[in-house]
Each structure stands twice: as C-alpha cells, then as structure tokens.
C-alpha cells in the first residue's frame, strides 16, 4: 500500500471514529421559548407554572410546587415540615397568550426521536392529552413526555427532530385552568414491554395508554439535567444518574422478563450466569441506578437496604416504602410495584 492511499484510509478511518463520537453525544432543547431556566435561581419563578395550595387554612401559590421531587403536598412532622407528594417532572410556565388568555405556545421535541404514543383524550389520562417520544442513546431507550396539551400536531410512528413542533400547550387534564396553562415535561425510563398484563392483574381501571402509562415510566429530574449538560455537553444519562444517592434496595427474583437490565445495560455492576437474583438500587425518586447479580434466590421482591433516616419511610418515598430505620419495609404497592420489574414472573 503506498504511503497516500495509506494516509486517505487513516484519514477516512478518524473521521468516522470523529462521527460516531459526535453522534453519541446528546443533542437536547428546552420544549418551549421558555429559557428562564438557564438564567438562574432568581428567575425561577418566571420558568415553573405556580401550584395552587391551601396549608392549614392558608393559600399560597408557591412556583416551586412546579419543580421535580418531592415539593407538594407538605405536612408537619417531629423532624419538621416534609414535602410528601412526588412530581415526576417540570411544568413550564406559558409565555404567549391570545386575546382570550388562551396559551399559544409552541412545544417542540427536546431531541431526536420517534413519536411513540399520543393520547388525544383528555380523560384518558391525569396528563390530560400528552405525547411521548422515543430517544435512542447509546443503544438504550428513554422518553420524554409532553403533558396538558391543548393541541397534538404528530402522530405514533412519526420521526421527529430536535426543536420540531409538536404541540401547542394547553390545561388539559385534572384540576387545571386557563390561568395555569402550561407544559408538562418529563424525561422517563421504562419498567417493563409487559407493563399492560401487569396492570390488568392489579387495576380494575381501563389502561387506555399502553405501555407509556405514566406508572411504567421512571423520570429523572430533567430540569437538573438540562442545567448540567449545559455545562457538560458530553454528558450522558448514565453518569448523570450515577451523581444520585442510593435511597434503597430491593432484591427480585431472577426473570427472563427482566426488561430493565435489557433496555440499561449500563446499570449492571456484575454480570453473572448462575444469578439467582438481582439487587436493584433506586433514588428516594423511584428511579433505577444500579443493578447487581446474586447468587441467592428470592421468592418475592425482597428490601435489602435503606438509608438511615428519622422520619418515616411512608413520607420520603412514592407509597414505595414505610417505617423507620430497621423497621422499614415495603408496602403493598411497593411490592406490587417491584413485581413489576420482572413481570410476567
């Protein structure tokens, strides 16, 4: 091989390398003209939709009940006031209204993706009508969701680009107003394909969202995440996710339906043929971060671990756990809930 075309194959070999580097990277926007987000805590309140509350007799309408955690729903406990309601993502304040105060915001897809399920009833779902979009990262799958529309412009199946519209923001779903328009945004994992079994077994209410019922969907705190990829636009989920705490553990029985170690490899410490089971580590939020084989067999979701606390487990988790320190266990929706993770077992 002569020194040029050796030279042309090197050349062709690190621009490909270059491009698969750049192709790995995630590429994501905010969903709205709403950017107040980025330009610091004292804006705020220009970014989250306020929620309305009414705390022992006193009404307040607190904008950071529109942020993701644990930030409604207070109540007054020994170790002081604890914020019991989860909200799994954002809601984004709306900037453009007609003469009417009808919301007229444009929701875009924060990535590239594939429209995977629109809900266009509004009673469907406490998302009121909502999208969600597949993303493919680094060979594992992850969703955003768009909730409260008033308008959906996709449908299933359609191929959509980072920063295409998609909607229009709207109040759909319970409990909302003109005056509290806004969009719901998430940024999810998923449980399980079998997700729609399991719910038959343990609700007696219709599921009229597939597989992208919110229940199956774990969601990160996107809004962290933006703000972080800001500064690190390498970032991926997987180091995002391995800055949270271990909240607990629970062991489940080893399963060929297992869908989570399948769609997130990246969660698996060990690897091993002769597991008997796997120990899952999950956020106070519920979400998933790690996942180690073991050699002992359970024949239920089994806690293994959880953080030391004063405070009742039933107030820092999502129903998932109850008590105190050695005393906490999971509840029955926890249990039903890990089940879940290996379902059909």
Same mark, same amino acid.
């Given at each position: 091989m002569t020194?040029?075309?050796?030279?042309?194959?090197?050349?062709?070999?690190a621009?490909?390398?270059?491009?698969?580097?750049?192709?790995?990277?995630?590429?994501?926007?905010?969903?709205?003209?709403?950017?107040? @987000?980025?330009?610091?805590p004292?804006? %705020? *309140?220009?970014?989250?939709q306020y929620? /309305? =509350?009414?705390?022992?007799?006193?009404?307040?309408?607190?904008?950071?009940?529109?942020?993701y955690?644990f930030v409604?729903?207070?109540?007054?406990?020994?170790?002081?006031?604890?914020?019991t309601?989860?909200h799994e993502g954002?809601?984004?304040?709306?900037?453009h209204?007609?003469?009417?105060?009808e919301?007229?915001?444009d929701?875009?897809a924060?990535?590239?993706?594939?429209?995977?399920?629109?809900?266009?009833?509004?009673?469907?779902?406490?998302?009121?009508?909502?999208i969600?979009?597949?993303?493919?990262?680094?060979?594992?799958?992850?969703?955003?969701?768009?909730?409260? @529309?008033?308008?959906?412009?996709v449908? %299933? *199946?359609?191929?959509?680009?980072?920063? /295409? =519209?998609?909607?229009?923001?709207g109040?759909s779903?319970?409990?909302?107003?003109?005056?509290?328009?806004h969009?719901?945004?998430e940024?999810?994992?998923?449980?399980?394909?079998?997700?729609?079994s399991w719910?038959?077994?343990?609700?007696?209410?219709?599921n009229?969202?597939?597989?992208?019922?919110?229940?199956n969907l774990?969601g990160?705190?996107?809004a962290r995440?933006?703000l972080?990829?800001e500064k690190?636009?390498?970032?991926?989920v997987?180091?995002?996710?391995?800055?949270e705490?271990t909240?607990?553990?629970?062991t489940?029985?080893e399963?060929?339906?297992f869908?989570?170690r399948?769609?997130?490899?990246?969660?698996?410490k060990?690897?091993s043929?002769?597991?008997?089971?796997w120990?899952v580590?999950?956020?106070r939020?519920?979400?998933?971060?790690?996942?180690?084989?073991r050699s002992?067999?359970?024949?239920?979701?089994?806690?293994?671990?959880?953080?030391k606390?004063?405070?009742?487990?039933?107030y820092?988790?999502?129903?998932?756990?109850?008590?105190?320190?050695?005393?906490?266990h999971?509840?029955?929706?926890?249990?039903?809930?890990?089940?879940?993770?290996?379902?059909?077992?």
């Open positions: 020194p040029p075309v050796l030279a042309i194959l090197l050349a062709l070999i621009s490909s390398t270059a491009s698969l580097a750049e192709n790995s990277r995630i590429e994501i926007s905010l969903p709205t003209d709403n950017d107040a @987000l980025f330009r610091g004292a804006a %705020a *309140g220009e970014f989250y929620i /309305e =509350r009414d705390f022992h007799g006193e009404k307040s309408t607190p904008w950071e009940g529109g942020r955690g409604r729903n207070p109540v007054s406990t020994g170790q002081g006031l604890i914020y309601r989860f954002i809601d984004i304040r709306c900037l209204r007609d003469a009417r105060g919301p007229l915001d929701v875009r924060i990535a590239d993706g594939k429209v995977v399920h629109t809900n266009p009833v509004p009673g469907y779902s406490n998302y009121g009508r909502y969600v979009i597949e993303h493919d990262w680094d060979g594992s799958p992850y969703y955003s969701l768009y909730g409260h @529309l008033s308008e959906i412009a449908s %299933a *199946g359609q191929r959509v680009n980072r920063g /295409e =519209r998609i909607a229009r923001m109040y779903g319970e409990g909302l107003n003109q005056a509290r328009a969009v719901h945004l940024l999810n994992l998923m449980f399980n394909r079998n997700f729609e719910h038959n077994r343990f609700f007696r209410d219709p009229h969202n597939g597989i992208y019922n919110g229940i774990a990160l705190d996107i995440f933006f972080e990829h690190r636009p390498d970032l991926t997987p180091e995002f996710l391995a800055e705490e909240f607990y553990k629970v489940v029985p399963s060929p339906h869908d989570l399948k769609f997130y490899p990246w969660m698996v060990n690897v043929a002769n597991a008997k089971s120990e580590s999950f956020a939020s519920g979400v998933p971060l790690a996942i180690e084989a002992e067999p359970v024949a239920q979701p089994t806690l293994t671990y959880v953080k606390t004063a405070i009742n487990c039933t820092l988790t999502r129903d998932e756990l109850a008590g105190i320190g050695e005393h906490a999971l509840t029955e929706n926890g249990v039903r809930l890990m089940q879940l993770l290996t379902w059909p077992e």
